[in-house]
């Protein structure tokens, strides 16, 4: 069965940068792009970017530009979310998300991971 | 990219069908069939409920219906049940291959 698992929370010092890791298993990972979401506490979901596992391409949402990198490891079928300058406003859970071709929907996510940022 | 705009809260009892609304424009909603709609439930990940506007995923139930006019989707519940209390969220494909999530709807099942 098709799984995201991530890697587990993370406090970090503002200024610092965190490393979110998302392990795909259950399909052929070069076959989807996979997403990165997150959710401030009780707050929408909020779209950070996208990776194209297959080959390489990715598309980053303006709020992010210049702070996120997304980066993919096909041999272990993982996909980081690296976010730096983090600020309080960056605490969030931040989930993984697999998209359907060509729906654009998303259909399975991963179990989320909370960043909290704090001194 | 402005986030979609939903209502902020719906409700309704037991049996009833709802609707919640989902507002763009012409680069997201209004310009694209590439709509959908998730539940989520406190301290989950959302779920997939419609994709395309209209189309129902595998396992999800036939009392969960999507539509699209002009820049304003929607998802409609019908035969409401105390398990639909839960937020709902629309998002869309927006011109040059971004995402944008609306605000969400909170539905109490009265």
């Known amino acids: 069965q098709v799984q995201l698992v991530q890697s587990g929370a993370e406090v970090k010092m503002p200024g610092a940068l965190v490393k979110v890791s998302c392990k795909a298993s259950?399909?052929?990972?070069?076959?989807?792009?996979l997403h990165w979401v997150r959710q401030a506490p009780g707050q929408g979901p909020e779209w950070m970017g996208w990776?194209?596992?297959?080959?390489?391409?990715?598309k980053y949402s303006q709020t992010f530009q210049g702070r996120i990198t997304i980066t993919t490891d096909t041999s272990a079928s993982v996909v980081y979310m690296e976010l730096n300058s983090l600020t309080s406003g960056d605490t969030a859970v931040y989930y993984c998300a697999r998209e359907i071709g060509l729906a654009r929907s998303f259909d399975y996510w991963g179990q989320g991971t909370l960043v909290t940022v704090s001194s | 990219q402005s986030a979609l705009t939903q209502p902020a809260s719906v409700s309704g009892s037991p049996g009833q069908s709802i609707t919640i609304s989902c507002t763009g424009t012409?680069?997201?909603?209004?310009?694209?069939?590439?709509v959908s709609w998730y539940q989520q439930h406190p301290g989950k990940a959302p779920k997939l409920l419609i994709s395309d506007v209209t189309n129902r995923p595998s396992g999800v139930s036939n009392r969960f219906s999507g539509s699209k006019s002009g820049n304003t989707a929607s998802l409609t519940i019908s035969g409401l049940r105390p398990e639909d209390e839960a937020d709902y969220y629309c998002?869309?494909?927006?011109?040059?291959?971004?995402?944008?999530f609306g605000g969400g709807t909170r539905l109490t099942v009265l």
């Open positions: 998002t869309s494909y927006v011109t040059g291959a971004s995402r944008v």
């Open positions: 990776i194209n596992t297959g080959n390489g391409n990715r």
């Open positions: 012409s680069a997201d909603v209004g310009g694209y069939d590439h």
């Open positions: 259950g399909y052929i990972f070069t076959a989807h792009v």
